[in-house]
């Protein structure tokens, strides 16, 4: 309508520009709403393949909610940047596409989570025990994850922790103060009965070392991502972190021993055949209590040692009852 005959082909050209100008600006540009979908596709399967690696493991709702919200984020700038230019039908189709696809890609992430925090598992799912009660890990478990790795760690401390304590009690010379003819032969320890007081100082720490171990396995469990009939059974297996029943009978053991040491210092004793006599009552009376003592100590280890064998065989069925149900499964 603005074009009139007696215009000047220059003026006619301008004014045509004027016109399509006016109706790019009512109608705007054609929009790409696959492409912004597509896009938009992209970075949540790259999310969901690379989250796992970085991320921390969360539980199922709350990745399928974000994962919707990821989606809806990406819906909403791919609609700023050129889907709002489209139809209806695009712009309802591509939300529900990205919103689904976002639950898609929490989905596999779950998966990924499932997968890793499985195989850190599966290490407690293998477990055996040697004729001592040793737990024994499968080869190359402490590479399946960060529980399995602190497990084998703590597993490698206790020993360490053991043994450093069996040879302080070596060192001591408690073993001679279970026969004379040892005592006779060495009577080192009835010497100086106050050395039995760092090998305490020693029991004391080891068992602070203990707990922290059972301290940092237990926030391990805890953030893993797995089913919670699995999570108790591995903290099963790895012990209360609250209590440490073995510091309570080594310093039974150690206030028995101190005891004994004291009582034979006194050299009321004699070698009666391999057997300790006494010249007085009293004294024999003292070691026969101590005795009896003495074993209750060790009755009591024994006890300690069959139930963590128990624990650690019924923590062990538990994880391997859980890692045998579906990753989708309800707990």
């Known amino acids: 309508k603005r074009l009139h005959g007696n215009a000047s082909p220059l003026g006619c050209r301008r004014e045509l520009g004027e016109i399509m100008s006016d109706n790019w600006d009512e109608e705007g540009p054609y929009g ?11 970075v949540l399967v790259l999310a969901a393949l690379l ?8 539980p199922l709702p709350a990745l399928l909610i974000g994962g919707a919200a990821a989606g809806l ?34 989905a596999i992430a779950h998966g990924q989570f499932q997968t890793q925090s499985r195989a850190d598992a599966s290490s407690f ?53 279970n026969s004379p003819y ?49 999570k108790l059974g591995i903290a099963r297996i790895a012990g209360d972190a609250a209590t440490d029943p ?3 009978n080594q310093q039974a053991m150690l206030d028995a021993t101190a005891e004994l040491c ?24 003292a070691f026969a209590a101590l005795g009896a003592r003495r074993r209750a100590v060790a009755e009591e280890a024994g006890a300690i040692d069959r ?3 128990a624990r650690i065989t019924a923590g062990r069925d538990q994880v391997r009852d859980a890692l045998s149900r579906s990753i989708y499964a309800r707990e």
């Not at 790409?32 to 992209?42: E, F, M």
């Not at 080192?188 to 090998?199: F, L, R, S, T």
């Open 73 to 106: 984020v990406l819906w909403l700038i791919g609609f700023l940047a050129t889907t709002r230019h489209a139809n209806l039908g695009w712009k309802l189709g591509s939300l529900a596409l990205l919103i689904g696809a976002g639950a898609g890609a929490a």
């Open 307 to 309: 139930d963590a064998r």
């Open 125 to 177: 799912a293998e477990i055996e025990l040697a004729a001592d009660g040793t737990p024994l890990l499968p080869a190359g478990a402490a590479g399946r994850g960060p529980v399995s790795q602190l497990y084998a760690d703590a597993l490698q401390a206790d020993v360490v922790a053991q043994r450093a304590f069996a040879d302080a009690l070596a060192k001591f010379g408690a073993g001679a103060l």
């Open 182 to 230: 040892l005592l006779q032969q060495n009577p080192h320890a009835i010497g100086d009965c106050k050395a039995i007081e760092p090998i305490r100082a020693l029991a004391g720490e080891q068992s602070l070392a203990r707990i922290a171990r059972r301290k940092a396995l237990a926030e391990a469990i805890g953030s893993a991502s797995l089913p919670r009939a699995a």
């Open 262 to 285: 004291a009582l034979l210092a006194r050299r009321s004793w004699y070698n009666a055949n391999g057997y300790f006599g006494f010249r007085n009552g009293a004294d024999a009376a």
């Open 51 to 58: 989250g796992p690696r970085f991320g921390s493991p969360l």
């Open 246 to 248: 073995l510091l309570a």
């Open 32 to 42: 790409h709403p696959l492409i912004a979908t597509l896009a938009g596709g992209a």
